[in-house]
């Protein structure tokens, strides 16, 4: 199925990354609500256009894991991703994709976005653990994140950011990369977060910046749930990690904070993405066990 095509006006240019002529990105669709039956977190209805769409869910440790496919090489110049995903009340669900999130290069002034939107009901929980994003030569994207909470709901997501292809000696040549995050519980804004990253215009290898560092990850959790202990709990998590064997010659700086309410913030550098997946995967765990009191997900061969 051919992706829908929509015209943007002039104030969303910014944002979807349309050329100056007007010229329309592609936008492909992918949305899906789950709720609950007995004790069992099902699809409750979906719908997409190409190349995204939902690859497979299944039931695993009484909740639901989904797995967001793209059949494509990755985004184009021009290519806009829009993901809604809505889960009603006491719904349980996992999600994740199954690579790395590729974008190309991207025609001057004509780059790549995606948003997401989550809306969770009452006690509804969102586990979003993608693959990392990478930013190939000359890439541009926007990545934008909205949720909305009701009391009781727990939203959490992990995020890690490369600097392009380092093996093909890509590193920091992607045009911009802007980040947004906003966290509501009901109208209330909880959260807002803004990153922009331009390589060719800042001094990331400063000392205050990124310095020797060139991969990013980051960590959100937020509940009415959230307390003091699990920030503890976290600060001791990331105390005790260990990048493992695997990684040697790969240091790892991290720091973890509460937000203004309702919400725990981790930061973490490296110059691989594989010594930040691990701590990523230790993060969550630890939130899985202090927040839901489950053991940690493993559906994944390599984990």
Not at 50 to 58: G, L, Q, S, T, V
Not at 75 to 85: A, H, I, V
């Amino acid at each position: 199925m051919e992706p829908e095509r929509h015209a943007a006006d002039e104030s969303s240019i910014g944002l979807l990354g349309i050329s100056g002529n007007g010229q329309p990105v592609r936008v492909s669709e992918l949305r899906a609500s789950f709720a609950v039956a007995g004790e069992q977190t099902y699809v409750a209805g979906k719908y997409h256009t190409a190349p995204i769409k939902i690859a497979k869910a299944f039931p695993v440790d009484g909740q639901l894991a989904v797995i967001v496919m793209d059949v494509s090489p990755g985004l184009l110049s021009g290519d806009r991703y829009e993901l809604d995903w809505t889960c009603e009340a006491d719904a349980h669900v996992m999600l994740t994709n199954q690579s790395y999130m590729k974008v190309h290069p991207s025609m001057p002034g004509c780059g790549s976005s995606m948003r997401q939107t989550f809306e969770l009901a009452e006690n509804a929980v969102v586990e979003n653990m993608p693959e990392p994003i990478m930013l190939f030569k000359n890439a541009s994207f926007a990545n934008e994140t909205i949720v909305r909470l009701r009391p009781g709901a727990i939203w959490m997501q992990a995020d890690v950011l490369c600097p392009g292809r380092t093996l093909r000696g890509e590193r920091f040549d992607y045009m911009g990369y802007r980040n947004s995050l906003s966290v509501y519980y009901g109208e209330e804004l909880l959260f807002a977060q803004r990153q922009r990253i331009e390589p060719r215009l800042q001094r990331l290898e400063d000392a205050g910046c990124m310095g020797e560092m060139t991969h990013l990850a980051t960590f959100y959790l937020f509940s009415d749930r959230v307390t003091s202990a699990h920030l503890e709990l976290l600060r001791h998590t990331l105390d005790e990690f260990s990048v493992g064997e695997l990684s040697v010659g790969h240091t790892v700086i991290a720091g973890v904070s509460r937000t203004h309410r309702h919400g725990i913030a981790v930061t973490a550098a490296s110059t691989a993405a594989w010594p930040l997946q691990r701590l990523m995967r230790e993060v969550w765990h630890a939130c899985r066990d202090g927040l839901l009191g489950k053991s940690p997900l493993r559906f994944m061969q390599a984990e």
